[in-house]
């Protein structure tokens, strides 16, 4: 297998250099009309997913807290089947004994008994409402992933169907822009990628059209066009900072010996 050359390995001149970098943004920018045609979409798709993530948390933890009441109404019907047990066997005591302290002592045992079955079958009352309403909270949930499901599938398939028509040309173009690259050594790339990454339009290379920077308009001066032709130096538009380069198509401009 051919190992691949680093422009380390090549002495390539800078005016090389600089026109590789114009031909690789020619390369980027094919790309980026390639992706508008994506639009919204990818970002529509990663919402939906945080979304649906997001639902189902939700949804787990609503289950966990309607598991949880579940078992505090056991526990509390637990309570009640005891304090009934205690109240008969303290009236059987009560049949039996020998004195009213006794028998007032027995009767707030009771009392105390009959306040825990209150009590408990108010707590039961209330988890019940609770109950009924996270039920609810979790019936809306559900529908509102089925939907968002639905919307994802939709949105995944036509996204699916522009890379699948796209992936050809994309691939392509992603060869070819390494083949630039190759020409270009990494302290001018990162230039490239950090004014790329600012511009909105992603254009970090422009010509010089009509005595002007094709990216801001602004009127660049005649020796600084002769500068840009000669292709000796990497030359930036003192406006918007993007990278100058000649019009090859209007010219075709040789490199001075």
Request: charged share 35%; with cysteine.
């Amino acid at each position: 297998m051919a190992t691949k050359k680093k422009t380390s390995e090549v002495d390539y001149s800078m005016y090389e250099k600089i026109m590789a970098l114009y031909d690789l943004q020619k390369i980027d920018s094919q790309i980026d009309e390639i992706n508008k045609v994506k639009g919204e979409l990818p970002l529509e798709v990663q919402d939906l997913e945080d979304e649906l993530a997001g639902l189902n948390t939700r949804i787990a933890n609503i289950n966990a807290e309607i598991e949880e009441l579940n078992t505090l109404t056991k526990q509390r019907k637990r309570e009640i089947d005891q304090a009934q047990i205690q109240i008969a066997k303290y009236g059987e005591q009560q049949n039996n004994v020998r004195n009213n302290r006794e028998f007032d002592a027995i009767s707030k045992e009771i009392e105390y008994q009959q306040l825990e079955i209150t009590l408990a079958e108010k707590r039961l009352k209330e988890y019940a409402a609770a109950i009924k309403a996270k039920r609810a909270t979790l019936e809306s949930t559900e529908a509102q992933v089925a939907e968002r499901n639905v919307d994802l599938t939709a949105k995944k398939g036509e996204l699916e169907s522009i890379e699948s028509e796209t992936e050809a040309q994309v691939k392509d173009l992603t060869a070819q822009a390494e083949v630039a690259k190759e020409k270009i050594d990494e302290r001018l790339l990162s230039a490239y990628e950090r004014i790329r990454s600012k511009v909105h339009n992603g254009l970090a290379v422009v010509t010089v059209k009509r005595d002007a920077c094709s990216g801001c308009f602004n009127r660049i001066p005649p020796q600084r066009q002769v500068d840009i032709r000669q292709g000796k130096k990497l030359i930036v538009c003192e406006y918007c900072g993007r990278i100058l380069v000649p019009d090859t198509e209007a010219e075709q401009p040789q490199p001075e010996e």
